[in-house]
């Protein structure tokens, strides 16, 4: 997959064809997220963000899960002997908030190519990719409400958006395992494929991905969250004011000359 490869702690990272593939990597707690983990993730995403030499990021797991949410031994949340805890909310403000709002503004798509089972906080971060593809084999666990706890890492933003409130519902409350197949079918993913194929095809869609006008794909992502709160009025009011802007810029340009020509364009705007 890659030709490039370092390690940034629990996370590893590949660059490859314009792809960047970041990888979570504590595979004897599934790669639960613990602080160090969400550090080294954010940090993944503020170099992809930063380096014009990426055009769309994947997301996988190693080993056999994608994440299994908190890591629930993490010194920082695991209730102590004494009684006394850490503040989850302040975990959620300092570690998963920063992630899932650099994760969501990332100026090029991102890719998940989830691998096993996605739980907790895990399932969120995946659910929130741009393009969702699984393994036949994985699956997607809203574990919360199972140890107390509230859907977090934007579940409750989320969900009832993919699902549908009802759907939303039955899965945070009951935090059953969703096998992918039915993640597909609620319309929580954009695919499930057999496990073997899993790399190629979220490779294939991301190398796809960064050969097209990622000016235009990262405008498409933000138009597309920011109208969850508009009128229709306001939404065609924001397409105009996107079209305005990207009808100016060198990608569409390059589009409508490759189309007249009978060529394939090369887009450079990122
Ligand atoms: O402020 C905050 O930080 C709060 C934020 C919370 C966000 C959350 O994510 S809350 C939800 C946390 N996650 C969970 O509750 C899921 C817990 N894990 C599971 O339910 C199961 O492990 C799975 C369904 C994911 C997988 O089950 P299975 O049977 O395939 O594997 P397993 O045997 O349960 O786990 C394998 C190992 O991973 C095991 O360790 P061992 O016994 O081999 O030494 C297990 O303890 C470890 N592991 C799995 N999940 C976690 C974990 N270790 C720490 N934290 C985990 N979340």
């Keep these: ?71 629930l031994a993490d010194p920082l949340v695991a209730p102590r002997s004494d009684g006394s805890h850490g503040d989850l909310g302040r975990m959620i403000e300092h570690f998963y908030t920063p992630l899932v709002l650099r994760m969501r503004s990332m100026p090029v798509p991102v890719v998940m190519a989830v691998n096993g089972v996605a739980a907790g906080a895990g399932a969120n971060f995946a659910l929130g990719g741009d393009i969702v593809v699984a393994a036949e084999s994985a699956s997607f666990i809203q574990a919360f409400a199972k140890i107390g706890l509230v859907p ?32 597909l079918e609620m319309g929580l993913i954009w695919k499930c494929v057999a496990d073997a194929d899993l790399e190629r095809e979220a490779t294939s869609i991301a190398q796809r991905l960064a050969t097209m006008p990622v000016r235009a794909l990262a405008t498409i992502r933000r138009a597309f969250d920011e109208a969850q709160h508009l009128s229709l009025g306001d939404a065609l009011v924001r397409e105009a004011s996107h079209q305005h802007a990207l009808g100016g810029s060198k990608d569409f340009l390059e589009g409508v000359d490759a189309f007249r020509n009978k060529r394939a364009p090369r887009f450079t705007e990122r």
């Excluded at 954010?42 to 014009?52: C, G, T």
């Excluded at 009802?166 to 899965?171: V, W």
């Design 1 to 71: 997959m890659s030709n490039v490869s370092t390690a940034v702690s629990s996370v590893l990272i590949a660059h490859s064809e314009a792809v960047r593939t970041i990888t979570l990597n504590r595979p004897d707690t599934l790669n639960s997220f613990n602080g160090e983990m969400l550090t080294a993730l954010l940090e993944a995403f503020e170099q992809a963000a930063a380096d014009a030499s990426v055009r769309a990021v994947v997301v996988t797991g190693a080993g056999r899960a994608f994440c299994a949410g908190q890591d």
């Design 152 to 183: 977090d890492t934007g579940g409750t933003w989320l969900l009832p958006r993919l699902a549908g409130r009802a759907r939303a519902l039955g899965l945070a409350l009951l935090g059953d395992k969703l096998p992918a197949r039915e993640a």
